[in-house]
């Protein structure tokens, strides 16, 4: 009993020094803020680890050479571990502020706010995952996927196998092997409804979640369905246990393609390393590499201040979709303010200002895009890498797969 | 001194059943109520309307795994599934045959105490850890049957958009009249599991817990009433499943995964097994702190970190602050927020003596 009323001032101190915050307004001289969630923690990590550095350091550059038309932009961010009410509370904050447009991260959390985003009449962008029926501007009106969707990087894969495989496909066996959950099995009616139009022989192998241990998928694959090739769509640490398993079952990798989430550098390099993923064919929508001159300007402006730029910047595949998935919000802003004359902007207005990107390429690390109305994905272009040598190496141009197919499947999809 | 007992004199049966006997409960529980019904939603923003939700409906799932897991002690890992099945449920009879919101959400809890009954078969025959697995097999074979069944979850993308519900015409849109509907099924949610764990299905509860084989023999059915327990709080988390699907627009499994189902675990160990308040005070403890944590650092976390690293810092250290806290509060207090407050309770029920 003594001890108690001590231990209520203790307990008392605490609360209030929680409660003690200076609520963030944000100032009113020139200033965009841009809502951003990113995970540096929970499953996604390793992802995220990469592409929110990009992020910051991408607005970081383009406030050192003095905002977007004079506005500084001001950019909050969230880590939401991928769960769903952290999101929304972390969206209901940035919304709060005065956000022009959000940075989207994770698939269910593109789910749960595409009502209140469309409510609020604010953009949200979730390049490379999110719901690949948001590519329709009509339905999703405040959802932009400005890169390729799922489907659009099943369709590209297929291509991509047909021009290895000679330019037909008939007669020959496809593996798909993926992560078992809505975002993996997305794929699927696209590639089936190729196979019907290609006339090559496909069978899925699942994995169920969290996709670290697939041995027995991989055997099937390598012993008894012998495909001419693979097509994994695989997340988190799936990949690289992928690339282990085929090489085990002495599958070559150079008859493998991942999608774009199963094509950074963490997953070769837990696989083994390089000299393990030889020949393993990657796809991305963002510019892989070093040699794109905003990432040279990047360094510059960390030596300028004096500073080391961070270590992910080695990393040159997330970090630079980290960069496109800035700068593509950085355009629609700069294209909304180009229209209303130069007024802080308005959620909707940035939402016209994405419709109306393109020709915008950064140096090639963004693919030529074209964001209308009624296509928030801008085509659908993915670029295919190989590992060779100790690196990526490019293997094909800007291309996209099959578009019609996947403008009929975004019609038909309810 | 303020927590007079003495000169409460009960002349009925109903005064002497009274739920709040006492005139300090009677005025705190109305102060409360005045405060989240009337006050809150309209003085409050909209940003911080927005959190309070979020807890109010985690209050609904903490009461109803407090039922199962503090007063019948039941371990359940499967606390999330059931509210997918009550999500899903509430999803599709509103997509498909336009069910109103009163109509859904009995139905939602109704098809997850369905469905927890079965999965509360085991508890027949295995008690705790070994429950603990087969709850936890419940959670994981639910996940995948939402995952591949698609008439259930309404596509490959196994998320079925729902819209806000409507009261007498009225669309609920805006977060102050989100907030006074959750509020209500909050209100009945903790007026009902009081009531409940005073009554003689609440005793029998306890009784299982305490003693099981005790109970069978003074001639308790425990079969029929662990069955009903693990009814009691599938119901309780159909409900909040549907809460959630109303409160978001949308229905989607990997918001129900087994990282939900430890978070309510949980919620109601800090919180205080078995007892009400516990619930309330664990879902608050767990929803709020992370955002607290994150509040704290990005004010004050230039004095640890330089800028650069603050960014990386913050998501970080707030997974680090949380788990240290919870181990705090443990160590604190091992029987959970509930009996901190009981603690204080007791010293100013005698104040200003020291007993």
């Not at chain 1, 991942?258 to 393993?280: C, K, N, Q, T």
Request: charged share 15%; aromatic share 12%.
């Amino acid at each position: 009993m003594k001890s108690l009323p001590r231990m209520m001032t203790a307990v008392a101190a605490c609360v209030a020094a929680g409660l003690c915050f200076v609520g963030g307004a944000a100032a009113q001289q020139k200033e965009i803020l841009i809502g951003g969630m990113c995970d540096r923690t929970g499953p996604t990590q390793v992802n995220g680890a990469g592409i929110c550095p990009g992020i910051q350091d991408y607005f970081d550059l383009v406030n050192s050479k003095g905002g977007i038309e004079g506005y500084k932009i001001k950019y909050e961010e969230i880590d939401h571990e991928y769960k769903v009410p952290p999101a929304v509370e972390a969206y209901q904050r940035e919304k709060g502020d005065g956000a022009t447009s959000i940075l989207v991260y994770g698939t269910p959390q593109v789910q749960a706010l595409n009502q209140k985003l469309e409510e609020d009449k604010i953009p949200g962008t979730s390049p490379g995952f999110g719901i690949a029926a948001s590519a329709d501007g009509k339905r999703f009106p405040y959802l932009f996927p400005v890169a390729a969707t799922y489907w659009s990087q099943g369709a590209a894969a297929v291509k991509f196998v047909k021009d290895r495989l000679g330019g037909d496909l008939h007669g020959k066996k496809i593996a798909y092997l993926f992560y078992d959950n809505p975002a993996g099995r997305e794929p699927i009616p696209v590639i089936e409804d190729l196979q019907k139009a290609e006339g090559f022989e496909l069978r899925t192998f699942a994995v169920p979640p969290p996709a670290v241990e697939m041995g027995a998928q991989v055997l099937d694959i390598a012993q008894r369905y012998k495909p001419d090739f693979v097509i994994a769509h695989l997340f988190g640490a799936g990949p690289s246990a992928a690339i282990k398993e085929l090489k085990r079952n002495g599958y070559p990798l150079s008859k493998a393609v991942g999608l774009v989430w199963a094509s950074g550098e963490h997953d070769i390099i837990g696989a083994g390393g390089w000299a393990v993923a030889e020949g393993y064919h990657t796809m991305s929508f963002a510019g892989v590499g070093d040699d794109y001159p905003v990432r040279q300007e990047i360094r510059a402006m960390y030596k300028a201040q004096g500073k080391e730029p961070p270590k992910a910047i080695d990393d040159t595949v997330m970090y630079n979709r980290g960069i496109l998935w800035a700068a593509l919000h950085v355009e629609a802003t700069r294209n909304a303010l180009k229209a209303n004359g130069g007024k802080p902007p308005t959620g909707e207005e940035v939402k016209k200002g994405f419709e109306q990107i393109k020709d915008f390429s950064l140096g090639g690390l963004v693919p030529p895009l074209e964001v209308t109305a009624t296509d928030h994905q801008g085509g659908g272009w993915v670029q295919v890498f190989q590992v060779k040598g100790g690196k990526f190496v490019k293997e094909t141009d800007w291309f996209r797969g099959y578009p019609e197919v996947v403008a009929e499947a975004v019609k038909k999809a309810e | 001194m303020f927590h007079r007992e003495s000169g409460v004199f009960k002349t009925g049966y109903a005064a002497d059943m009274a739920l709040y006997p006492l005139p300090i409960a009677r005025w705190s529980v109305a102060a409360f109520a005045g405060l989240f019904i009337v006050i809150v939603p309209l003085t409050l923003g909209e940003y911080y309307l927005s959190i309070l939700d979020l807890i109010l409906i985690a209050v609904v799932g903490a009461l109803g795994l407090n039922i199962l897991v503090g007063y019948t002690g039941q371990i359940s890992i499967g606390h999330g599934a059931f509210m997918s099945v009550g999500a899903y449920t509430a999803a599709n009879l509103a997509v498909h045959l336009g069910a109103p919101f009163w109509v859904t959400i009995p139905a939602g809890g109704l098809m997850a105490a369905l469905i927890g009954t079965v999965v509360g078969i085991p508890s027949l025959r295995i008690k705790g850890i070994y429950l603990a697995i087969a709850t936890l097999a419940a959670q994981l074979i639910i996940e995948w049957t939402i995952n591949h069944v698609t008439w259930i979850s309404g596509g490959v993308q196994a998320s079925i958009q729902v819209p806000r519900p409507s009261l007498f015409g009225v669309q609920l849109k805006s977060q102050t009249q989100l907030h006074l509907f959750l509020m209500f099924f909050v209100v009945v949610a903790v007026v009902g599991t009081s009531n409940l764990v005073r009554s003689r299905i609440g005793r029998a509860f306890v009784a299982i817990r305490d003693q099981d084989i005790a109970a069978e023999i003074i001639g308790i059915d425990i079969f029929r009433y662990k069955l009903v327990a693990f009814a009691i709080s599938s119901f309780y988390a159909g409900v909040t499943g549907v809460l959630y699907t109303y409160y978001l627009g949308i229905a989607n499994y990997e918001q129900f995964q087994i990282t939900v189902s430890i978070d309510y675990l949980a919620m109601v160990i800090i919180g205080g097994l078995g007892s009400v308040l516990g619930s309330i005070l664990g879902a608050v403890f767990v929803t709020l702190l992370p955002i607290l944590t994150r509040w704290v650092l990005e004010d004050y976390g230039w004095l640890l970190f330089s800028q650069q690293d603050l960014q990386n810092a913050i998501p970080n250290m707030r997974l680090i602050l949380f788990g240290g806290l919870i181990i705090f509060f443990l160590v604190v207090e091992p029987e959970g927020l509930n009996r901190l407050w009981r603690n204080i309770r007791n010293y100013f029920r005698v104040w200003p003596f020291s007993y």
